[in-house]
């Protein structure tokens, strides 16, 4: 009890789940299925760096250039060097959930 951990805000691993990758969420303002995604990051306390696709320009671009879609939500997953990009609000929920040990 008592003892100060130092957590990076970057690193959804911060949770103590033992998981060091980085998440970005591309989202719209608009979209239902991202308040989805959003609610459950926010009740769990997850680190997601939030990107806007219509607000900012360069995170449309990201997101169409790697997935060839405009769809969101679609989570960015960057872990050990590697990227990988995930559509669907219930399998990025889903996802959340199994690796970070909150289902
Ligand atoms: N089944 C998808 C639905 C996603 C979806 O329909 N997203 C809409 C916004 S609410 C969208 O991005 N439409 C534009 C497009 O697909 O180009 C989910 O649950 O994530």
Same mark, same amino acid.
């Given at each position: 009890?008592?003892?100060?951990?130092? /957590?990076?805000?970057?690193? =959804?691993?911060?949770?103590?789940?033992?998981?060091?990758?980085?998440?970005?969420?591309?989202?719209?303002?608009?979209?239902?299925?991202?308040?989805?995604? %959003?609610?459950?990051?926010?009740? %769990?306390?997850?680190? /997601?760096?939030? +990107?806007?696709? *219509?607000? &900012?320009?360069?995170?449309?671009?990201?997101?169409?250039? @790697?997935?060839? %879609? =405009?769809? /969101?939500?679609?989570? +960015?997953?960057? &872990? =050990?060097?590697? /990227? +990988?990009?995930?559509?669907?609000?219930?399998?990025?929920?889903?996802?959340? @959930? *199994? +690796?970070?040990?909150?289902?």
């Amino acid at each position: 009890m008592g003892k100060m951990t130092t /957590v990076s805000s970057e690193r =959804a691993g911060s949770d103590q789940s033992g998981v060091d990758a980085t998440y970005q969420l591309y989202k719209t303002d608009l979209c239902g299925f991202c308040f989805r995604v %959003r609610g459950f990051i926010d009740e %769990r306390g997850l680190q /997601v760096t939030l +990107r806007d696709i *219509q607000r &900012e320009g360069e995170a449309f671009r990201e997101l169409l250039k @790697a997935t060839g %879609r =405009a769809t /969101v939500p679609c989570l +960015r997953i960057e &872990e =050990a060097g590697q /990227v +990988r990009w995930m559509h669907e609000s219930m399998d990025i929920i889903t996802f959340l @959930a *199994q +690796r970070h040990g909150l289902a």
